[in-house]
């Protein structure tokens, strides 16, 4: 499903309170609430929002835990971490249990071997079913999501839930979901914004499949909720 907004503000408070709600109802029916959160620019309104005193309150922080899409294999205190993005916005205002956070960064390992330990971390939480409660996506421009690529080797994955490679284009290692793991959730939610995201938006929406070329289209939750939260811009070629 696809709901266009006038701007990101409007984009920002619309996933703040579906963020709100499904954190309420995880808590009261199972007790804890699972979450995992996207990088870049584009959610850093919702965080800041969600750290607000107009949300913040609405959630019982001890009880969630947080995981990430993806992350850059730098540091936590690297300006490229979405981690530290993280912690500026929401994470370091709400009274949330550190032992709740999982990053998906360790110094001293390699990414490869990272991925398998994060992966284990997320079924000592989620047990072997592995369906989160809410999955928060961001899109590039190339119909890319997560760390899941144009044309790299991570998209046919079907049996890891976390997996890292390295980011030839980037120059960079990336650890990353996987498009099954993702696909388990309850929720997930795309937030796309700008005349840039146009052309990609339409082609994962509404062109032929093609998941090579607009990793997006693997996003197919097996139960679960597709939402994509748009503005009127990115929306403009559908």
Known sequence: MIQIYNNIEEINSKAADLFAASAQKAIAEKGKFTTVLTGGSSPAGIYKLLASDAYKTKIDWSK???????????????????????YATLLSHVPIPAENIFEMYKDGVTPEDFAVTYEQSIRTVLGDEGKFDLILLGMGDDGHTASLFPREAVLDEQNKWVAAYYLAPQSMHRITLTAPLINKAEKIIVVAF?????????????????????????????????????????????
């Open 64 to 86: 969630v835990f947080i995981f990430w899409g993806d992350e850059r294999w730098v540091p936590l205190n690297d300006d490229l971490s979405n981690a530290k993005m993280s």
């Open 194 to 238: 700008g005349e840039k995201k146009a052309h990609a938006l339409k082609e994962v929406t509404t062109g032929v499949y093609n998941p090579s070329t607009y990793p997006m289209q693997l996003i197919k939750p097996v139960s679960g909720e597709l939402l994509f939260l748009v503005d009127k811009n990115a929306a403009g070629a559908n």
